[in-house]
């Protein structure tokens, strides 16, 4: 079992809640809950609109609440005291709130769960929960490795347990619908990951430079709808200078653009609104990113990011070593981004904006994107000692964190201490509207199995930009049967899980 760690109560951090908690209204809740129901709304609506009362009366007798989660995200689920700093106070509250409200004792429950213990982690979830001991009332884990944990009939069905109403605006029901086969959804994300949140993909641009190169004003590109692949594509066209004067391009010199070909490169997905998989008529997933709007966007993003001097790119797993200092020295005009790493621009002199990924075309109705699949999702497991006090627990932090810790990070953080305008604050709405997901970029390592780097559908298209990848239809064709048989597999475990 993983390190505990306790979320007490002192006198002054009692006072503090009290008052937290009148203010919130969830001491005032009561009445019959509703029956859980199936998600089938859209995603994006603010935290700000979340229901006050959304349990009855309930109290499970100081019962302990344990939480198994990963000890370098450990701050998602809990922190061990104040500090100050506005989201870690917001998540201390949150948990101290659902204490009071259910009369239960939140236990956290870290181990190594990142990339690199990916197998260890996954071992110690199976481990625990085919055991049958019932040590953890909640799981969460890193979202793209969690999901190959659903085979094994280890977690309760999500939309048959009481308490929990996945259609609540605190759940991510974009991402959450494509988590649902069959009608069954074993694992969820939503407002009680501040992660999620953290790691939404979007552009950032250094004013100056657009200034400087006399650019168009981006964000009004955005709100007409014509901020599009072929307009970031002209807006960096012809901007780079060889800064050091050795006669070659490279991290020392200017450029229009710059992107790491990898983890922000997968985004282009969702951004350009190229689905992995569908639905059939039987509400199952089949392969479809494989389409000549594919073809397209291949060919238009190899000859941008490789074939003119205006682009810089790299292979690194994240840009912040390489490309955010080049932003802060302007030589950088505009690239992507993490909405959690842009706190690094605090000590920024330069003013920088925040606008969401390039459509594909101005016909495209939105603009969408998706979260880097290190975010936590959350399972209720088959041993859990009280499912209902699980339920309960999960939607009231859900709920919880989405009138309190959601706004801190947005509102406080993002909007109010790095937002250098009121525009990037409206930009920031935009693309937390458009966030989503689908069932084959969720299940992008599982459905890849046996292919090359194990990149299946999801993670194709960083293979084919990179400087020497693959061609696209041949990487697809090679690989085709794989992915169709990795698949078939993952929908004949939903099917044994019915």
């Not at 048959?160 to 009608?183: C, F, G, R």
């Not at 250094?206 to 964000?219: E, S, T, V, W």
């Not at 084919?464 to 239809?473: H, N």
Request: aromatic letters at 12%; proline letters at 4%.
């Amino acid at each position: 079992m993983g390190k505990a760690y306790r979320i007490g109560i002192g006198p002054k951090a009692a006072l503090a809640l009290l008052a937290a908690l009148l203010s919130l209204g969830f001491l005032s809740c009561g009445g019959e809950a509703e029956a859980p129901v199936e998600n089938n709304g859209g995603a994006g609506e603010s935290p700000g609109d979340a229901e006050t009362g959304v349990l009855p009366p309930l109290d499970f007798n100081g019962a302990k609440f344990a939480i198994l989660t990963r000890e370098a995200k450990k701050y998602d689920i809990g922190v061990d005291e104040q500090n100050g700093e506005v989201v870690n106070d917001a998540i201390y509250f949150r948990n101290l709130a659902v204490e009071e409200l259910l009369n239960i004792e939140i236990e956290i429950h870290a181990v190594p769960g990142e990339w690199e213990n990916l197998d260890n982690y996954v071992n110690t979830v199976q481990n625990s929960i085919l055991s049958g001991t019932g040590a953890y009332d909640l799981i969460t884990g890193y979202q793209v490795f969690m999901v190959s944990t659903v085979y094994n009939a280890l977690y309760k069905d999500l939309s048959q347990i009481k308490y929990l109403d996945l259609s609540k605006p605190w759940w991510t029901q974009k991402i959450n619908n494509e988590m649902t086969v069959n009608d069954k959804i074993y694992l969820a994300t939503g407002d009680a990951s501040v992660i999620l949140w953290e790691s939404i993909y979007a552009f950032m641009f250094n004013k100056n430079m657009l200034q400087i190169y006399d650019a168009p004003n981006l964000y009004q590109l955005v709100k007409s709808g014509q901020w599009t692949l072929a307009k970031l594509m002209e807006v960096t066209k012809d901007i780079t200078q060889d800064v050091d004067g050795n006669g070659k391009y490279d991290k020392n010199d200017l450029y229009g653009f710059g992107t790491m070909i990898g983890n922000f490169t997968d985004n282009y997905y969702l951004a350009f609104d190229i689905p992995v998989t569908k639905w059939d008529s039987e509400g199952y997933p089949y392969l479809s990113e494989n389409c000549p709007k594919m073809y397209q966007a291949v060919d238009l993003l190899r000859s941008y990011l490789h074939k003119n001097n205006s682009v810089f790119t790299v292979e690194d797993p994240w840009l912040t070593n390489v490309m955010e200092p080049m932003f802060f020295s302007d030589r950088l005009m505009i690239m992507p981004t993490v909405l959690g790493d842009i706190k690094n621009m605090r000590e920024m002199d330069t003013d920088f904006g925040i606008i969401p990924y390039p459509k594909w075309d101005e016909d495209q109705k939105e603009y969408l994107t998706t979260s880097h699949g290190g975010f936590n999702v959350f399972g209720i497991p088959e041993d859990a000692k009280n499912p209902d006090m699980s339920g309960a627990a999960l939607e009231a932090l859900c709920a919880e964190s989405s009138k309190t810790v959601v706004p801190a990070f947005y509102e406080t953080v993002l909007k109010g201490k790095f937002a250098r305008d009121e525009e990037s604050a409206e930009m920031l709405d935009i693309i937390r509207e458009g966030l989503s997901a689908t069932f084959g970029y969720l299940y992008m390592v599982p459905i890849g199995q046996g292919a090359k780097n194990n990149w299946g559908p999801g993670l194709i298209l960083r293979e084919t930009l990179r400087p020497r990848g693959s061609d696209y239809a041949a990487y697809y064709d090679k690989y085709e049967s794989v992915f169709e048989s990795n698949l078939e597999k993952i929908i004949d475990a939903y099917k044994n899980l019915e």
